[in-house]
């Protein structure tokens, strides 16, 4: 006969249970269900859409035209993903490396300017210089406007919010760690990216994603400092593209003399749910396996002191 006390005990589920469980499983429908009515209106017909059915999770009228509309020039849609996915990976890792970097110092106790680097770093977050400053920097004093460095190095340093994060988090690690490595005649930098960097994946993570996801969906530095059409953004494109087809629609229903245009094959409001579908497609595909360190990584550099 087995001992009682080493019996599991069934949990017993109450009706605060049962109320939080409903209550999470419809904030999620209130997401998803939006989701799901822009990709089906994205495959809907023009004219089914436009003429006061409403929208259906299943597409009615099934289309492509959207898609095609939104691709039809490869070229350009292909250079804009390019250069989104370039600046947006290669920015998100330059600018993580390098605010952990600037961390780490702060994060440790024998560091003797510790102190005023934090006042300075934090003090950003509260004063900013402006449009105007900052173009006639990048533009005149940089000369990397209307480049691709212009997606890269004004972002490099990561920020003071991600900086903060990042020296919160180090704080918890247990300096034995790193006063073992120092016996063993680790340098700094050694110790940096072979302990701190893998005990620090959680918050390495979730910043690195946010950092992902702002950069992918950044349309203003392209509108403010891009004139080459070749590296447009993303999102600087589909605007564009969107805003051309409101345009043509418009001007198809206006009469010209005698004749009025049709503007039934103009697809320019699936074409909106389209372009939404492409823009947030691949951020959607990455963040399932970003989405189990949010939670450890933001919560415990928001507590520990």
Known sequence: MVDTKFRKKKKKITAFDIWVNVFFCLLC??????????????????KWLMSGNGFSLIPQDFTLEAYKSAFANRTKMILAYGTT?????????????????????????????KKPLTIFIFATMLFSAGMIPSYLVYSKWYRISNTFWIYILPSITGGAWNTMVFRTFFKGLPESLFESAHLDGAKELQIFFRIVVPLSTPVFASIG???????????????????????????????????????LKNLSQTAMGNVVLDSSSLPSETLKYALCVIAAGPMLVIFPFFQKYFSQGLTIGAVKG
């Not at 998803?32 to 023009?46: D, G, N, Q, R």
């Not at 990976?89 to 106790?109: C, K, N, W």
């Not at 950092?211 to 070749?230: A, F």
Request: charged content about 10%; glycine content about 4%; proline content about 2%.
């Open 209 to 247: 994603f946010m950092t992902l996801v702002g950069k992918w969906n950044d349309y203003t530095t392209s509108m403010v400092y891009i004139r080459d059409e070749n590296l447009y953004t993303l999102q600087f494109l589909l605007q564009r593209l969107m805003t051309e087809a409101q345009f």
């Open 29 to 46: 429908v209130c997401f998803v269900l939006p989701l799901m009515l822009v990709i089906s209106a994205s495959f809907t017909s023009e």
């Open 85 to 113: 996915a370039a600046q947006a990976f290669l920015g998100t890792f330059l600018s993580s490396t390098v605010a952990g970097l600037a961390a780490y110092p702060l994060s440790r106790t024998n560091f003797r300017f």
